[in-house]
């Protein structure tokens, strides 16, 4: 506390001096040794490893393709969803493991990876995809079941007789 401020535009010059010092986080372009980004996508109880690299448009999920493992259309658009906002929907080859939870969660586990492994590829793509909240962990999951009830809030039915 060298210096007492004493009017507005004085108080404007010394934030703009404190905004300058604390600049945004340069991001960094991280990849593996074989060129690919890898990220960990994560929803309800599915946890998804995500690797992307350059190519065809390909996604492989578990070794299959993601339109004989996901079969409904809503799902397999949910997987798509991070590549289409960008525009790269053919420029990467996606390949994916998945485990845990019901197909839905994995679908969103996966779009959480797929959107990560993006920005550890391109940086730059970091806005538009946290403008649209991809890059969000959706943290709801099943609450647990409590002792007396019949399941997390449900009581058992009560009869007055």
């Known amino acids: 506390m060298s210096e007492e401020i004493k009017s507005l535009e004085e108080l404007g010059d010394a934030a703009e001096g404190v905004v300058a ?13 074989f060129g690919r980004a890898y990220a960990t996508g994560k ?6 490893r995500v690797w992307i690299k350059p190519g065809s448009g390909r996604i ?3 070794n299959r393709e993601y339109d004989k493992y996901f079969a409904r259309p809503v799902l397999q658009m949910l997987l ?5 906002l960008v525009e790269r ?10 485990k845990g939870g019901g197909l839905s969660g994995q679908a969103g ?3 959480h ?8 590829y391109e940086p730059e793509l970091r806005s538009p995809l946290k403008k649209n909240g991809f890059l969000t962990r959706d943290s ?3 609450e647990r079941k409590k002792y007396g009830r019949k399941k997390a809030r449900r009581s058992f039915q009560f009869s007055k007789r």
């Open 60 to 62: 492989q999920i578990n």
């Open 21 to 33: 010092a604390e600049a945004a986080p340069i991001h960094v372009q991280k990849l593996d040794p």
């Open 113 to 120: 990876g797929i959107s990560k492994a993006l920005t550890h």
């Open 43 to 48: 929803r309800k109880d599915a946890i998804a």
């Open 140 to 142: 709801r999951t099943v």
């Open 80 to 84: 798509k969803q991070p590549l289409q």
């Open 109 to 111: 586990a996966i779009r």
């Open 89 to 98: 929907l053919d420029q990467y080859d996606v390949m994916a493991t998945v």
